[in-house]
């Protein structure tokens, strides 16, 4: 091993030297780090791990297949262009040892790049100390595919500069390899989605990129990568044992090896393949259930059964049955069963039967004579990613515990509460899954956290039932009668929960009601020059060009906003949404003893203005006429006893927006679902709202302020770059000292 250490040293040693290689690092690392920066700041509020900003980026594994095909077609392709393989075969070195260690050292090499390119999360944090968003099991899944694909490329570029004998040729072949393997598939679906099933989805790493970055490490894809790379190896051997043999007995030799190794690799990956294993290593397998899930277990007083039906040889079991037995350890309430359709049928038969099942690959939840089926295809999909539409990035495991605690939450409670979506008016639909005015996403979010969710036809012999517990008006298109508003003011009166939703523009007949209230609903548009940017610069942009978004970055002091600072709001042309300030010589609201209590919840910018003339087009600001702002478009009120007698009355709260776009199904991003989500959960009385799976699984949820996004973009896209230019302007400069004319040749000779 001598040789080896010695030929790996010289080869590390040659490629530092050269200031080329420290310019194409540079260039490496500005463009992963360009592209981290844009993903990063451009995904809060979306959905995405901290590790899939970082490993799944289109750009960083272009950059990575491109610089390791460059280096690698040099380590063999070099002496061959040189010569010096020829004459390195004289010498008592064996071909394993030349192999192995200008693979080993150009690993290395491409190693010591990849990991600052990676390392950009740890930068943020250096940032911001207090920020949890990595999840270090994660990461160093991340690492592992980067490390896999780094060395297959590497193999691959060794062997194909010895078949083509052109370094640039080699390169190429190389980077086209190395691109069809990783990329194959589609790459809109690079996360989340990916390739096909069997030996053709394990070898596209597209397929497979989302379960190594969410921290699952699958065994068959470290298997192939693995075989591949020993089996390339194996083949430079082979090629460089050909100069010893005749031409022909070194091509018949090469023939009959190439075909035994792709026999015994094929062999070794179906063996893989029919038995593949799975690790978790993200800190959803580390064995603790979230905060959530506790609450649910520990407050469960009746019964719950389990039954997992699926084949034990489905990827998902282990995940799925560890989840369960988590779940069993909790509560002694929580009995699980797990049927095998493969072996069971007797069993099968009757669970179809009885909840009319299309097939297997389900959990069934029962309590209480009430049952809920939850299809695993709803939670992972191949990789461990969620398919859901337009939510890339949750765990499987999240998911699956996200649903699985709803579905016990739901069925272990006697009367499940119902959200109430009023229909008959032109309100967005919870059907509706158009993504400008469908509320179909919101929906699923409500079901899947905090109850079932039901539309309603108000109905004049009768009022609004007792197991609505929040009812939602979310954009009436048409006035409400006279009737209608009296009955939502009876079921107020009843300690009743209401969410409005009530865009610009648009007379509801809720007026008189919500004035009761302290709420004055303003006959305007809000409007605001300001535009968000993915960059650390400002951007403006007039109000003219008819966007209508207005960014909410101002909250007040409540529970229902207490998480948001820090996040973005982007309503769409609201309305202004105010306290009501009423005479006190007439007697205001103010001196009422049980008067309600107005919480301002977000308001906008003092660049912002409420625009009465709602006809006028573009939107000017009129001195006298207009009002600046900042301007209230959402705010909460309460009304009931509080003291320290306990009572089982509850006190009646209401929540008023002035927009009803921001939850639309296209508007769930950056603080807008969080926003809707937190007046829901206190509309319910739930104080503390129970918090969501995938923030604890390293989602990433970084805020930073404008003088620390400077910081942020400085270490990560220019700081790394500029240091390798500084080593390689360094190793230039020694380079030419070292080559000045006169200096001694033995001088000269001792620096190279």
Not at 59 to 68: D, E, G, K, N
């Amino acid at each position: 091993m001598s040789a080896f250490r010695v030929l790996c040293r010289r080869e590390v040693r040659g490629w530092l030297r050269l200031p080329a290689n420290h310019l194409m690092g540079a260039a490496f690392l500005a463009l992963t780090g360009l592209g981290f920066w844009v993903l990063a700041v451009t995904m809060p509020g979306k959905g995405l791990l901290t590790s899939e900003i970082t490993f799944g980026g289109v750009l960083f594994w272009m950059a990575v297949v491109a610089t390791t095909a460059s280096c690698s077609v040099r380590l063999l392709g070099e002496e061959q262009d040189s010569g010096t393989l020829e004459l390195l075969m004289t010498v008592p070195v064996h071909e394993v040892d030349i192999v192995l260690a200008k693979y080993t050292a150009g690993v290395v090499c491409m190693m010591a790049l990849c990991l600052p390119a990676v390392s950009y999360p740890w930068l943020l944090r250096v940032v911001d100390p207090a920020w949890r968003g990595i999840d270090p099991g994660a990461w160093a899944a991340g690492v592992l595919v980067v490390f896999m694909v780094v060395g297959f490329v590497t193999a691959a570029g060794m062997f194909l500069s010895q078949v083509l004998r052109r370094q640039v040729a080699a390169g190429a072949a190389t980077f086209v390899v190395g691109g069809l393997l990783i990329f194959r598939g589609s790459l809109r679906n690079w996360i989340g989605e990916g390739g096909a099933s069997g030996m053709g989805n394990l070898v596209a790493m597209s397929s497979h990129v989302a379960g190594f970055a969410a921290g699952v490490v699958d065994g068959r894809a470290v298997v192939f990568y693995l075989s591949v790379i020993a089996v390339l190896l194996f083949l430079n051997v082979r090629m460089i044992q050909m100069t010893r043999y005749g031409r022909l007995a070194g091509v018949v030799n090469m023939a009959v090896t190439c075909l035994l190794t792709a026999l015994l690799l094929i062999l070794v990956n179906y063996v893989s393949l029919r038995h593949g294993v799975q690790a978790n290593w993200s800190a959803s397998g580390s064995g603790a259930l979230s905060e959530r899930s506790r609450q649910v277990l520990e407050g469960l007083r009746t019964p719950v059964e389990v039954t997992l039906l699926v084949s034990s040889g489905e990827r998902v079991v282990p995940s799925v049955r560890r989840i369960l037995d988590q779940y069993r350890k909790v509560s002694s309430q929580v009995k699980v069963e797990v049927v095998d359709p493969d072996t069971d049928l007797g069993r099968t038969r009757g669970l179809v039967h009885r909840f009319n099942l299309n097939g297997t690959g389900v959990l069934v939840v029962e309590s209480g004579g009430r049952s809920k089926v939850l299809p695993l295809a709803s939670f992972a999909s191949q990789g461990g990613a969620v398919p859901r539409p337009g939510q890339r990035g949750a765990v499987f495991l999240a998911n699956l515990e996200r649903g699985l605690a709803s579905a016990v939450y739901t069925l272990s409670h006697e009367a499940a509460p119902v959200v109430y979506f009023l229909s008959g008016h032109g309100e967005r639909g919870i059907d509706d899954f158009n993504d400008r005015v469908g509320y179909s996403e919101i929906a699923g979010e409500i079901h899947d956290s905090v109850a079932e969710v039901r539309s309603l036809t108000m109905d004049s012999a009768a009022g609004i039932s007792n197991d609505c517990a929040v009812l939602v008006v979310a954009a009436p298109v048409q006035p409400l009668s006279a009737w209608e508003v009296a009955k939502i003011r009876e079921y107020l009166a009843r300690s009743g929960r209401v969410m409005f939703l009530l865009d610009s523009a648009a007379e509801t007949g809720l007026e008189p009601l919500l004035r009761d209230w302290g709420v004055n609903l303003g006959h305007n548009r809000v409007v605001d020059p300001r535009m968000g940017s993915s960059w650390p610069l400002d951007r403006t942009k007039s109000a003219a060009s008819g966007m209508g978004e207005v960014p909410v970055t101002r909250y007040g002091n409540h529970p229902v906003v207490m998480d948001l600072e820090g996040l973005v709001t982007v309503l769409t042309s609201p309305r202004s949404v105010e306290p009501l300030v009423q005479d006190s010589a007439t007697g205001s609201l103010a001196d009422s003893v049980d008067r309600p209590r107005v919480a301002v919840l977000a308001m906008t910018s003092r660049q912002s203005w409420a625009e009465s003339d709602l006809d006028q087009h573009p939107p000017q600001f009129n001195e006298g006429y207009d009002r600046q702002g900042p301007i209230a478009v959402a705010l909460c009120v309460e009304r009931g006893v509080r003291s320290a007698i306990k009572m089982d009355i509850k006190p009646v709260r209401l929540v008023v927006f002035g927009d009803s776009q921001f939850a639309a199904n296209r508007g769930l991003v950056g603080g807008n679902r969080r926003l809707f989500m937190n007046a829901m959960e206190w509309l319910m009385e739930r104080e503390t709202p129970l918090p969501d799976v995938a923030e604890e699984r390293g989602l990433y949820d970084l805020r930073l302020p404008p003088g620390k996004q400077w910081l942020a973009f400085v270490l990560i896209v220019p700081a790394l770059p500029g240091l390798l230019l500084l080593l390689a302007g360094g190793v230039a400069v020694i380079r030419r000292d070292r080559r000045v004319p006169g200096a001694p040749l033995g001088k000269a000779g001792k620096g190279e």
